[in-house]
């Protein structure tokens, strides 16, 4: 017995109180201590880039008929064809021109580089792409693409049986794809790891009915589906696919394996920004089922890619006329009579008006630009019709691989539980080890709502607030990743990319947008085709480029 | 007394609750799969308490000796055991094994300490009722207590064996005032009272030490004294010696041992380097140690040695140590020698210069970024160095335990359309060693060597070419960017032996 134990008696007061001091000497200590060493909880730096919207913005204020009478004209620009936008399409419609001996073209952009969605940045580390990154290996009758591929030594040569050699540069390097499921890294995007057999059974029958869709022809002789879309087979069978959802087709089928719904709504979500929900099933199988790709170096899903993604692309296309684009210009106005057209302008650079006189007209934008910038009277189609998903992009530069024991930093790395695309490693292609720095590219497409909605609430939040919700998703499969991170920048593709809801690809809207107004305004654009790939808008440069041309020769 | 003896059961709970977290962080760490290991880890604690508690009634008397015994031992266990964790991790086939006896044995002292001090209280004619509600009481905020500041505090400002120290201390502490507090109702109180001082000062010690036994759990891989260890941006070089022998382990791989190494630098260098009349400009690509350019010396005809090694470090500890420099004879610092510290991928992209013999000495393909060095695209800017009659040789693991890989390398030279010659050589440290010779022209089998080598003679040259049967040609892949197929063979070959 101790001595003066009854003295000692708690009360159940004192009692309490103690242990409540006690636990608050705790925490303060702890807190204390975390102060000291750390005294200030770091921000990340970092910035939301490209005003894109608010350049917009400025194009639906300008683009009234009273405000654009007030700016004085100060430039004066006369050149035959003009083409308003430098994406793939204009891009692509240029370089054909320019093949086929007609130089005297000037290509505009609102922004103050070329690209459109192929657009990139530059840190010290490496380049990094702000939208589309990679073109996958295309199908070998799209003998146009495969001719600007060889010109820009993608393809070097073919083999004897006539497959593309491809460039080993440009093949996206092994290890490709991993997904993040049941607490451990995998080998590949389709689920695979600790998953039932019915499950693993649904996935494999699911990809052998896309393989029959994919080797299926119409009565028309023409691919069921196919790249371009407009080459597909006509047939009701499968247009009718279009006036279904994904989800739909799914169901139709029998399918219900949560890891393939997972893995259709992830691909609708990564080539459409849209869920499975909302994607027209001839979409969803088209994506699985028009490429028909192949090399002699490489497998038949295998893609190209570069750190800067699309834009070397880009660049690539406008080789032979950089000197024909001129940036920072935003085309308010667009009117034309017999003689030619006269487009009004605005270079902010400059902060001057600019006319620019031409014969003919290329707008190598998406619809919703049109609409704007065309008087009213002369639009023949319902524009709303064209919905665009909005999409996140972020550039993350870490000091440090992400390397958990059962992982490798892949090209793309995906998380089965998160709501974005996980993202891709900029310096993938790199052939030196000597990198101490690496940017990683998150997607997030905003398809947890309406497009509209969903695009005034990315516009209002802060850096700081997406970047906390960008971490709480990495750190859920990169536990450690929040102090190897030395910047993150972002920027919100407000119309990020045409996307094919139900019933879209197959509508009369969608076909008439394409035809030209009076032989002198002619139209190029992805949405066009209704499904935003480097493929379709590089064929509707071309399309455009050829609709063109006998007018061309003519005068 | 009473105060005191529930501060005890604070103290106990507190790091009861912290040893098994800090046994399920560190199992999840180092076997990885948390959820598996925090589920059995708890399992395991709480079952081993229920039999603690279940042999607390076997102890009839000495109440507070026993319990102070206990805490002692809580504290020796449950301070050294991330410790122990982490040195014996690598050593051990049965990690696990080792892993959950510790922690059923903390599990099993603590579940002794709760029933026997409730016992000393009840004999301090409390009562019952009050008795339960106040160790319950202690107990759970502890546990609180624990879990709280565990992720908060602890393991990120203390890590894991700084604070398994810290924890073992406080029992430890405990152990000793209760002691002191009851000295007089304690039998054999001298014994107790050392034992209890020794075990705070070694777990002092350890507390102290804990960033050395961090390093030391990384020495105690090695045989031998470590007489230089640093990690450069690429990897961690680590320097080793003995009676007989200097040993360089970059990433834990063994490079070379200064027994036996002229047996593997003799057979990169000479078989080609004799096969050629006229070779005058010599590139290396990697072979930073400088052993490989100091067999090229031998040869006064060599006008220039371009070496490419990406770590600095490394050149700059093969030009500087005198141990080294006496094992390479300066090499390094030789004037007709350059030393260009890049990325060889990179580096051959951007150079014309044409070299007569190319000597390719990269470490192992064990992961992505060095199994670039060994694809058909690599190889081909290479070729674009190769002068006409020029001649390639690359190190290329073991024909014996990895066939599959060195084929591999030979079916990649050769698919850039160059004519090889493979061939092999026994090095003591290593066991069977490969190499390919490679050439646009057809390769001509030296008729003579250099005089000074202890190893090569134009004999040994074709026992050397002869491959025995479970060293056959193995139909393989070309290693190519788009499947890196090389870096798959050799995890797959080599996992089998490591």
């Known amino acids: ?555 | 007394m009473p105060i005191l003896l529930l501060f005890a059961v604070f103290v106990i709970a507190t790091c009861g609750l912290i040893y098994e977290l800090i046994a399920g962080t560190l199992a999840s760490y180092l076997l990885g799969d948390s959820v598996t290991q925090f589920s059995t880890i708890i399992g395991v604690y709480l079952f081993s308490m229920g039999v603690g508690s279940y042999f607390s009634k076997f102890v009839e008397k000495e109440l507070l000796a026993w319990f102070v015994k206990i805490e002692i031992l809580v504290g020796l266990v449950g301070g050294t055991s991330s410790s122990i964790l982490f040195l014996v991790f690598d050593k051990v086939a049965s990690f696990r094994i080792i892993l959950y006896f510790l922690i059923g044995l903390t599990g099993v002292l603590v579940g002794l300490e709760i029933p026997l001090l409730m016992r000393v209280l009840e004999k301090s004619k409390f009562e019952f009722k009050e008795i339960v509600s106040k160790v319950f009481t202690f107990d759970y905020i502890g546990a609180l207590l624990a879990s709280v500041l565990f992720p908060l505090l602890f393991v990120p400002y203390m890590g894991l064996i700084r604070t398994s120290f810290f924890f073992g201390v406080f029992n430890t502490i405990v152990a000793l005032i209760v002691c002191y507090q009851f000295s007089d109702e304690l039998k054999h109180k001298i014994a107790l009272k050392i034992s209890a001082w020794s075990v705070l000062v070694l777990l002092v010690i350890g507390f102290i030490l804990s960033d050395k036994i961090m390093s030391w759990s990384e020495s105690m891989a090695y045989q031998d004294k470590i007489i230089f260890a640093k990690s450069s941006h690429y990897q961690r070089i680590i320097l080793t010696r003995n009676k007989r022998e200097l040993k360089l382990f970059l990433n834990g791989n063994l490079q070379f041992s200064s027994t036996d190494e002229y047996r593997y630098h003799e057979a990169l260098v000479h078989p080609g380097m004799a096969s050629r009349q006229a070779i005058k400009n010599v590139l290396i690509l990697g072979g930073g140690d400088g052993l490989a350019v100091r067999e090229l010396l031998k040869y006064s005809q060599i006008q220039h040695i371009t070496l490419v090694d990406l770590d600095t470090y490394m050149t700059d500890l093969f030009k500087k140590n005198p141990l080294l420099t006496s094992l390479n004879q300066g090499s390094l610092t030789n004037p007709k020698v350059k030393v260009i510290n890049t990325d060889a991928f990179q580096w051959a992209r951007n150079t014309n210069e044409q070299f007569d013999f190319v000597v390719i000495d990269f470490p192992d393909p064990s992961n992505f970024s060095v199994g670039k060095l060994y694809t058909n695209t690599f190889y081909r800017e290479v070729c674009k160095l190769m002068s006409d009659e020029a001649v390639l040789v690359v190190q290329s693991t073991s024909p014996y335990v990895a066939p599959k890989s060195f084929w591999c390398v030979n079916k990649t030279l050769q698919s850039v359309g160059l004519l090889t010659q493979p061939y092999h050589c026994y090095v003591p440290s290593f066991g069977e060693w490969g190499y390919v010779l490679a050439s646009k022209s057809a390769f001509h089998v030296a008729e003579t060597y250099v005089p000074d080598l202890k190893f090569l003679t134009k004999d040994s040259f074709k026992q050397m070419a002869y491959f025995p049967k479970d060293m056959q040609s193995v139909q393989t892949e070309t290693n190519k960017l788009n499947n890196q197929i090389l870096v798959h063979y050799f995890e797959e070959e080599w996992g089998k032996v490591q």
């Open chain 1, 1 to 555: 017995m101790g001595k003066g134990a009854m003295k000692n008696k708690l009360t159940r007061k004192t009692f309490l109180l103690r242990s409540l001091a006690g636990l608050g000497a705790f925490f303060g200590l702890s807190w204390g201590t975390k102060a000291i060493l750390n005294p200030i909880k770091p921000t990340i730096k970092g910035r939301i880039l490209g005003a894109n919207h608010q350049i917009g913005h400025l194009l639906r204020n300008l683009s009234s008929p009273q405000k654009a009478e007030e700016k004085q004209s100060e430039e004066i620009i006369e050149v035959p064809i003009l083409i308003v936008g430098t994406g793939i399409a204009g891009l692509s419609a240029a370089r054909k021109l320019q093949k086929a001996g007609h130089k005297n073209f000037l290509l505009v952009d609102l922004e103050d580089h070329i690209g459109g969605n192929a657009d990139a940045g530059k840190n010290a580390t490496t380049a990094y792409p702000w939208a589309a990154h990679y073109l996958p290996i295309p199908n070998n009758e799209d003998k146009e693409l495969l001719t600007f591929l060889e010109e820009q030594y993608i393809i070097t040569g073919y083999n004897s049986a006539g497959l593309p050699i491809y460039n080993e540069y440009h093949l996206c390097q092994s290890p490709q794809e991993r997904l993040f499921l049941k607490g451990r890294w995998q080998e590949g995007l389709i689920p695979n790891y600790g998953i039932s057999e019915s499950d693993r059974k649904q996935i494999s029958d699911f990809l052998a009915l896309m393989n029959q869709y994919r080797q299926a022809k119409g009565t028309d002789g023409r691919w069921a589906f196919d790249i371009p879309l407009a080459l597909a087979s006509k047939d009701e069978v499968y247009q009718q696919l279009d006036k279904i959802s994904m989800t739909d087709f799914l169901s139709q089928h029998n399918l219900d394996s949560e890891y393939l719904l997972w893995y259709v709504n992830y691909c609708c979500r990564d080539d459409y920004g849209i869920t499975s929900a909302n994607t027209s099933a001839y979409a969803g199988i088209h994506y699985f089922a028009a490429r028909r790709g192949k090399a002699d170096n490489a497998e038949s899903n295998a893609v190209l890619t570069w750190a800067e993604g699309n834009n070397f692309l880009a660049k690539a296309l406008s080789t032979d006329f950089k000197d024909k684009i001129k940036t920072k210009t935003l085309v308010t106005q667009v009117n034309w009579n017999s003689d030619g057209v006269e487009a009004t302008a605005y270079d902010w650079d400059k902060n001057v008006s600019v006319k620019i006189k031409a014969q003919r007209i290329i707008l190598a934008t998406p619809q919703f630009v049109n609409q704007r910038i065309l008087p009213k009277e002369s639009i023949q189609i319902s524009t709303d019709l064209f919905q665009y998903a909005p999409w996140l992009v972020a550039n993350i530069t870490v000091n440090q691989i992400p390397i958990e024991r059962d992982g490798f930093l892949c090209w793309d790395n995906v998380s089965y539980n998160s709501t974005s695309l996980g993202y891709i490693s900029a310096t993938h292609q790199q052939v030196s080890r000597d990198i101490d720095k690496w940017v990683l590219t998150y997607y997030l497409p905003l398809s947890h709502k309406s497009p509209v909605e969903a695009r005034k609430d990315a516009i209002k939040k802060t850096h700081e607030e997406w970047t906390e919700d960008i971490l709480t998703d990495l750190e859920s499969f990169h536990p450690n990743i929040r102090e190897t991170i030395e910047e993150i920048n972002l920027k919100i593709l407000g119309h990020g990319m045409i996307a094919p809801m139900i019933g879209f690809l197959s509508s009369e809207n969608r076909k008439l947008a394409s035809r030209n107004i009076d032989n002198r305004i002619f139209f190029a654009h992805s949405d066009l085709s209704g499904v935003s790939i480097f493929e379709e808008s590089f064929y509707q440069g071309n399309r455009v480029a050829d609709e063109l041309l006998p007018y061309l020769s003519i005068s």
